[in-house]
């Protein structure tokens, strides 16, 4: 009788490790709130895996998405809109750090059919920046895309590990 006890004691007692990370459900990019990000790794002393916590935010601040979250946060994330929408590609898309003409977007994730062309992607990015005197550039690793490709071939080619591709935006004065 007093071994069930203490066994029954001793399974509320223990901490329930969840894996998904908080990050998923309390991050804003822009608010002040730090969230944690639950990470199950195996140590280097022995085979023992520990589960600890820290911050999801970078303590850096930076415009660029990558900065500003860690990688487990951004994977976890990542993971979550590929399995809420099988069917789309979950892109990142920011101004490219020296741009001064076109104003930043007003939101970063973006998620888009796989049969996109970037001409079309380009296209709805001028109109959400208002690039009027300006054409808008894309770089994706730093390589401008051909027009005609679509978003799967890139996300195929240069996806990121963590899941997202990364779009950086610029532009250039045509008229006059």
């Not at 023992?48 to 860690?70: E, G, I, K």
């Not at 240069?158 to 610029?170: A, E, I, M, N, T």
Request: hydrophobic residues 30%; charged residues 25%; contains cysteine.
């Amino acid at each position: 009788m007093f071994d069930k006890l203490l066994r029954k004691k001793k399974q509320t007692t223990e901490p329930v490790r969840d894996h998904t990370p908080s990050c998923l459900y309390s991050h804003t990019p822009r608010s002040s709130k730090i969230s944690f990000c639950s990470v199950s790794s195996a140590q280097s002393v022995g085979s023992t895996t520990s589960l600890y916590s820290r911050p999801c935010t970078s303590s850096v601040p930076s415009d660029s998405y990558q900065a500003q979250l860690r990688f487990c946060c951004r994977r976890s994330e990542s993971a979550l809109l590929a399995e809420k929408h099988p069917n789309k590609v979950a892109l990142i898309i920011e101004r490219f750090k020296s741009e001064k003409n076109l104003k930043p977007l007003d939101k970063k994730h973006f998620l888009l059919p796989p049969e996109a062309t970037v001409a079309q992607l380009k296209h709805v990015i001028g109109i959400r920046v208002s690039a009027k005197n300006n054409s808008v550039f894309l770089l994706i690793q730093n390589e401008i895309p051909d027009a005609t490709k679509t978003i799967r071939e890139l996300a195929r080619r240069h996806r990121s590990p963590d899941g997202f591709l990364y779009v950086k935006f610029s532009s250039e004065d045509s008229m006059g």
